[in-house]
C-alpha cells in the first residue's frame, strides 16, 4: 500500500525579472563657430557624472563642427572635434551650440542638414544661441522654444509663428536652452526622464548646485532682485510698463495701476528709483530700441513704432541723448 508523502511539495515562486536597464544615451554637440563655451560644458559636466555614478555604459557624447575643423568659443579659446557634421546614429541627440554670431548667420546648408536629421527621427534640440540654427531651418515652427533674454525681442520680430518662452529651458520634442549655466539644469532634467530625479540631484550635489531648477524658473532675477526693493505697488508698475512697450502707459494709466494720483506715483518713483515714471519707461523703451538695433535687420522706423514713438526723428533724439550716437551710427558700428 502506496502512502503519500505528509510533506507538501515545495514550488518555488519566480524571482521577479530584474527592472531593465536603460539603453546607453548619446549625444552629438554641433560647435558653430563662436559659440559659447560655458553652455558646452555646463551640458557636459552631468553627463560625465552621470557615467561615475551610473557607470560608462550610461552615456557618451562627442563633438563636430560642420566641416571637422576646430571651432572656435566666442572667448577666443579653440576646441577639437572629432568630426565634420555627418548623419547621426541611431538613436544619437543633436545639440546646436551657438553663440553671439550665430543670429547673424543663415547657412543654407546647415538648415538642409538639420532637417533631414529631424527627417530621420534624430531628436535635436539647442544651446545658447543655437536656437537661431533651428528656427532657420522651420524645425520651431509651432514649437515653444527658450532664448535668451536678451535676444527675446529681436528673436520674435524674425520668428513670429514660433512660441517663445522666457523661462529658463525647454524640454520635449525640442530641448532649448539659452546657455550658461542653465544648460546643466536642462542637461540633468534630461538625465532624470531616463534614469530619475536621485541621480539627478546626486549630479547636482555634485556640481555644487543648490538644487535643479524646474523649467518654469525664470531666466532674469525678479523686478524686486534687480532694483533692489519691495514695494508691490511699485513692483505692479513696472511688470505693466515692461509688458506695454509698443503702446505706452499714460502717466494717468501708470496711477491707476499703482492705485495711486499721479503725484504719488511721481513721488513713488522718486523715492525708489530717484526718477520720474515717464523717465523710466523711456529708458525701457529705448533699451528695447538698443536690442533691436543689434539684433534684426529692421528700419530705424520699424524700431521707432515698435519702442513706442510714432516720430522716428523724436525716437532718434531720444537713443542719442541716451547713448550717445544715432540709431543709424549705432547700427553701422556693429556691423
Request: hydrophobic share 40%; net charge positive.
Amino acid at each position: 500500500m502506496s502512502h503519500q508523502s505528509p510533506i507538501r511539495a515545495l514550488h518555488r515562486v519566480p524571482a521577479a525579472a530584474p527592472a531593465p536597464t536603460p539603453a546607453k544615451s548619446s549625444f552629438v554637440f554641433l560647435l558653430l563657430d563662436g559659440f559659447t563655451h560655458i553652455a558646452l560644458a555646463s551640458a557636459i559636466e552631468p553627463l560625465r557624472l552621470a557615467r561615475e555614478i551610473l557607470g560608462r555604459d550610461s552615456y557618451s557624447w562627442r563633438l563636430v563642427s560642420l566641416t571637422g575643423a576646430p571651432a572656435t568659443c566666442s572667448n577666443g579659446m579653440t576646441v577639437l572635434v572629432e568630426s565634420g557634421f555627418a548623419p547621426l546614429a541611431r538613436g544619437e541627440t543633436l545639440i546646436v551650440v551657438g553663440g553671439p554670431e550665430t543670429r547673424r548667420q543663415n547657412d543654407a546648408r546647415l538648415s538642409a542638414q538639420l532637417r533631414r536629421e529631424a527627417a530621420h527621427g534624430v531628436k535635436i534640440g539647442s544651446l545658447c544661441m543655437g536656437v537661431y540654427a533651428l528656427a532657420r531651418s522651420g524645425l520651431l515652427d509651432g514649437e515653444e522654444c527658450a532664448v535668451h533674454w536678451d535676444a527675446i525681442e529681436g528673436f520674435g520680430e524674425e520668428f513670429p509663428e514660433i512660441r517663445i518662452s522666457r523661462n529658463a529651458f525647454v524640454l520635449g520634442r525640442r530641448p532649448t536652452a539659452p546657455g550658461g549655466a542653465v544648460a546643466a539644469d536642462m542637461m540633468m532634467h534630461l538625465i532624470a526622464e531616463t534614469h530619475g530625479t536621485d541621480v539627478a540631484t546626486r549630479i547636482a550635489d555634485q556640481m555644487v548646485c543648490n538644487g535643479v531648477r524646474s523649467p518654469k524658473s525664470q531666466q532674469k532675477v525678479s523686478i524686486q532682485s534687480r532694483y533692489g526693493m519691495r514695494n508691490p505697488r511699485l513692483v505692479k508698475v513696472l511688470n505693466c510698463m515692461e509688458q506695454n512697450l509698443e503702446t505706452p502707459l499714460t502717466a494717468q494709466e501708470i496711477a491707476d495701476i499703482a492705485a495711486m494720483s499721479v503725484r504719488q506715483t511721481e513721488r513713488l518713483f522718486a523715492r525708489y528709483l530717484n526718477t520720474t515714471p515717464m523717465n523710466f519707461y523711456m529708458q525701457m523703451r529705448l533699451e528695447k530700441a538698443h536690442s533691436l538695433l543689434l539684433q534684426t535687420e529692421l528700419s530705424v522706423t520699424e524700431i521707432a513704432v515698435a519702442c513706442g514713438y510714432k516720430s522716428t526723428s523724436h525716437f532718434t533724439k531720444n537713443f542719442r541723448a541716451a547713448y550717445d550716437v544715432t540709431p543709424k551710427k549705432m547700427r553701422a558700428v556693429s556691423a
